[in-house]
């Protein structure tokens, strides 16, 4: 994260105190955090955070206003960030975020839709036979925040999905999956934060919270990703995977019964 003049706020006086700054200032360029404090960016709000770095802290609640509201930058520190109505069949909320620079969706955090009834329109069909990372790719459905590839640090996979009220939103649903004809494992499928298909943003999608292997040896389940960096297998995976070369390489991820994962360069 870029190191730059900030100001740190904590709590709803604070925050007045802290806005009053930024508005004399007209043009922000510092980092703006939030800690157990509320945040309309809508209007007025918005224009002072054009060039300002927004870092969404634990207790921090940030609302974007109706249409789209353009920061800097972002990143989540534990807070949550609220859009409005999810619209049946629609590929974006009534309110979105666009940042210019980087979105910081390594850290922890939550997005939040106004109501769960609204997320469960969200389509939920799944081909199991696909590569677990396109099917964390292709079911990437609704946007909420809009950045360019370059932009995007992370793939989302910290952040939790909840209501209006902060409580999570959950619908899973256990499907097989299928390789090669063979049934090589189960899966909880459920509804996920991510950096979408193309890396360039925060998305709701559909996909493998949770698996249960059912084969082993030559039938064991198998990610095989194309030709991609290292640096955009899911942080989940990441942890345990062994990258065997950090650059531009294609390379199979097998998961085991014993839950460990390993990495083998295939060609590079």
């Given at each position: 994260m870029p190191t730059t003049s900030g100001i740190i706020c904590s709590g709803a006086r604070q925050l007045q105190k802290c806005y009053g700054q930024i508005r004399i200032t007209q043009e922000f360029t510092g980092t703006l955090g939030l800690s157990?404090?509320?945040?309309?960016?809508?209007?007025?709000?918005?224009?002072?955070?054009?060039?300002?770095?927004?870092?969404?802290?634990?207790?921090?609640?940030?609302?974007?206003?109706?249409?789209?509201?353009?920061?800097?930058?972002f990143s989540f520190d534990g807070g949550a960030v609220s859009f409005d109505a999810v619209t049946p069949g629609a590929q974006q909320t009534e309110s979105q975020i666009q940042v210019i620079d980087n979105l910081y969706i390594n850290g922890n955090g939550a997005v939040r839709a106004s109501t769960p009834t609204d997320v469960n329109a969200i389509p939920q069909a799944i081909n199991s036979s696909f590569s677990l990372l396109k099917q964390d790719d292709s079911n990437a459905t609704l946007k909420l925040v809009d950045a360019s590839s370059r932009a995007v640090k992370g793939n989302g996979g910290n952040s939790q999905l909840q209501d209006a009220s902060g409580q999570v939103i959950s619908s899973g649903k256990q499907r097989n999956i299928v390789q090669q004809g063979k049934n090589v494992a189960k899966g909880i499928y459920d509804y996920r934060v991510t950096s979408g298909p193309h890396n360039d943003g925060l998305y709701i999608g559909n996909a493998a919270t949770q698996l249960d292997f059912l084969a082993s040896g030559v039938d064991v389940l198998v990610l095989d990703a194309a030709w991609m960096p290292v640096s955009q297998v899911p942080e989940r995976w990441l942890s345990t995977v062994r990258k065997e070369k950090p650059f531009l390489c294609r390379i199979r991820i097998m998961i085991t019964q014993e839950l460990q994962l390993s990495a083998v360069v295939i060609s590079s």
């Amino acid at each position: 994260m870029p190191t730059t003049s900030g100001i740190i706020c904590s709590g709803a006086r604070q925050l007045q105190k802290c806005y009053g700054q930024i508005r004399i200032t007209q043009e922000f360029t510092g980092t703006l955090g939030l800690s157990d404090a509320l945040l309309d960016s809508s209007d007025d709000n918005t224009t002072a955070l054009t060039s300002a770095l927004v870092l969404a802290g634990v207790g921090s609640v940030i609302t974007a206003g109706t249409g789209t509201q353009v920061i800097n930058e972002f990143s989540f520190d534990g807070g949550a960030v609220s859009f409005d109505a999810v619209t049946p069949g629609a590929q974006q909320t009534e309110s979105q975020i666009q940042v210019i620079d980087n979105l910081y969706i390594n850290g922890n955090g939550a997005v939040r839709a106004s109501t769960p009834t609204d997320v469960n329109a969200i389509p939920q069909a799944i081909n199991s036979s696909f590569s677990l990372l396109k099917q964390d790719d292709s079911n990437a459905t609704l946007k909420l925040v809009d950045a360019s590839s370059r932009a995007v640090k992370g793939n989302g996979g910290n952040s939790q999905l909840q209501d209006a009220s902060g409580q999570v939103i959950s619908s899973g649903k256990q499907r097989n999956i299928v390789q090669q004809g063979k049934n090589v494992a189960k899966g909880i499928y459920d509804y996920r934060v991510t950096s979408g298909p193309h890396n360039d943003g925060l998305y709701i999608g559909n996909a493998a919270t949770q698996l249960d292997f059912l084969a082993s040896g030559v039938d064991v389940l198998v990610l095989d990703a194309a030709w991609m960096p290292v640096s955009q297998v899911p942080e989940r995976w990441l942890s345990t995977v062994r990258k065997e070369k950090p650059f531009l390489c294609r390379i199979r991820i097998m998961i085991t019964q014993e839950l460990q994962l390993s990495a083998v360069v295939i060609s590079s």
